[in-house]
């Protein structure tokens, strides 16, 4: 099978092109090092990173194609299903022997501040690292002045990885809780590769919950392309490289994401809406989705009736979150959160307009302000007109088709899609390569829309590709770049896929409508010749 010998060839770029040429065991031997101290960062390193992360593209891009296209096929679907998973495990524990820092630096605070929560019994959301500069570990963390930007769920997710980890190590007499730490000591190496690996087999594991539900979505909607959404999910690089290399949390809030519009989609609205709300507790930018839900919600059950649901769900909700917040210092340590976190910009068109500005003699504080602002208030007016849209086309819609089953999942997912792509491009201020995630699980639904076949891939690869360039050219000591253009390259690297492949994705859309047209204008044509005979 041609999709199981795709999915072969992108287990062997995983171990050959990232595993092998960046040990674990290598990496941890800097702290807060990255791929650029384990490979030399020349230019030359930097085209075989990106030429591994094309070909990884490319595999996945064939394979989803071949998939959607063999679901108007009445074929066996257990075999591709289970290759679908064979290949994203393997993928998946091939990765756990790479060392996280070319993606990120962020499961070492993770495991940290798990540790605070558990050994030292401080909470992450209410006192920094810096208070425990002497624990083993330390480091290895990027954000040591600054409490967590996480909600409670996660944290206590990640006090209970912690947890395990440090009674599976007592069990088998690996713990080395004391000093001195990694990497001046081998044990205490061997403790945080366990730390490590625990938080990654927790985002696997979620990864895998997730797609339980992205394969029941999409069976209610249409049978046939569900392996196929599955196939999109699992073995999209970015995601494979964000969970099971990177072990980001947003599995667990993607999760509940997931299970939001599993809820919904079968009526149960209310649950969905709390479910929306637990996500918010693991990251709050998923709130960003919550308009999307209120308008879907309104269409199908009319104003009252949506009233009540929502009175409902608030009546729930707001408890619930002051009791997750309350052990760990409760609603309080939101302020400061929001505050240490929004005078950092990176990666995205509103850190490009404060360097610019910066250049030009600003005061930092006026810049951080005036681009801030005039992000928010951009992707404030274009997501106001989407959901416009939205509404609009889902009252125009009639009574049967919006009281069809299921209800408007499609039409709520797209909405979904189109406010969290422009909240990366405009409305974020920090932007991850990651963070494509989030939209992927939205895409994934739709799995042979041609965004998801044609444009978030390629946005993928973009985003990847600017993350090794931006580690490369930081640390190349010619030609110097000043922030301003570093910032720019990384935009402009991350970006470019992403236009191309909306360009190419709406030539083809309209190659598609000229071929129609003659084709139907082929039929009329013979039809009247028929008739003049």
């Not at 409760?330 to 929004?342: A, D, F, K, V």
């Not at 006026?366 to 416009?388: E, G, K, N, Y």
């Not at 720019?488 to 030539?507: D, R």
Request: charged share 10%; glycine share 8%; proline share 5%.
């Amino acid at each position: 099978m041609i999709i199981g010998s795709l999915g072969a060839a992108s287990v062997a770029l995983y171990t050959l092109g990232i595993t092998a040429r960046y040990p674990l065991g290598d990496g941890l031997q800097v702290p807060r090092g990255s791929w650029g101290t384990i490979q030399p960062p020349t230019p030359g390193v930097l085209a075989l990173h990106v030429a591994v992360y094309a070909a990884l593209t490319i595999c996945y891009v064939a394979a989803l194609r071949l998939a959607v296209t063999a679901s108007h096929e009445q074929v066996n679907r257990r075999r591709p299903v289970a290759i679908v998973i064979g290949v994203w495990l393997f993928s998946s524990v091939v990765l756990l022997g790479a060392y996280p820092g070319g993606d990120s630096h962020d499961v070492f605070d993770y495991l940290f501040r798990g540790r605070m929560l558990t050994e030292l019994n401080a909470s992450p959301l209410a006192v920094s690292p810096e208070a425990f500069s002497r624990a083993p570990f330390y480091l290895y963390i990027s954000w040591r002045k600054q409490v967590d930007t996480y909600g409670p769920l996660w944290e206590y997710a990640s006090g209970a990885v912690a947890l395990i980890v440090k009674v599976a190590l007592q069990a088998s007499g690996g713990w080395q809780p004391s000093l001195p730490s990694c990497p001046d000591a081998p044990a205490s190496c061997r403790t945080l590769v366990a730390y490590v690996t625990g938080y990654r087999v927790l985002a696997i594991g979620l990864t895998g919950l997730s797609s339980l539900l992205v394969y029941g979505i999409v069976r209610a909607i249409r049978p046939g392309l569900a392996h196929a959404a599955v196939l999109a999910w699992l073995w999209s690089p970015v995601l494979l490289m964000a969970t099971a290399l990177g072990a980001h949390n947003d599995s667990l809030m993607l999760l509940a994401v997931l299970a939001a519009f599993y809820l919904c989609q079968r009526e149960r609205w209310m649950e969905g809406l709390l479910s929306l709300t637990l996500a918010a507790h693991v990251k709050l930018t998923a709130l960003l989705l919550l308009p999307v839900f209120g308008i879907w919600l309104f269409t199908r059950r009319g104003l009252r009736r949506t009233l009540i649901i929502i009175a409902a769900a608030i009546g729930i909700g707001i408890p619930l979150s002051w009791l997750l917040y309350l052990p760990l210092g409760g609603w309080q340590t939101l302020s400061r959160m929001l505050y240490e976190r929004s005078i950092f910009l990176g990666n995205s068109f509103a850190a490009l307009a404060f360097r610019l500005l910066r250049e030009h003699q600003w005061s930092q504080h006026d810049a951080i302000q005036f681009t801030t602002q005039s992000a928010t208030a951009l992707f404030a007016v274009v997501a106001a007109v989407l959901l416009a849209q939205f509404w609009y086309r889902s009252r125009r819609r009639s009574v049967p088709a919006r009281l069809s089953t299921p209800p408007g999942t499609i039409a709520a997912c797209r909405a979904a899609i189109a406010i969290t792509v422009v909240y990366l491009l405009v409305g974020s201020f920090w932007f991850q390569h990651w963070y494509l995630v989030w939209v992927l699980a939205l895409a994934a639904l739709i799995p042979n829309d041609a965004f998801t076949l044609q444009v978030l891939p390629w946005y993928g690869f973009g985003a990847l590709t600017g993350n090794i360039a931006l580690d490369i050219a930081s640390r190349l000591a010619t030609p110097s770049l000043s922030p301003a253009a570093l910032t720019a390259l990384v935009f402009g690297v991350t970006l470019l896929p992403f236009l191309l492949g909306v360009l190419g994705s709406q030539a083809m859309q309209q190659k598609r409508v000229s071929v129609r047209r003659l084709t139907v204008a082929y039929g009329v044509g013979q039809v009247e010749c028929e008739h003049g005979k």
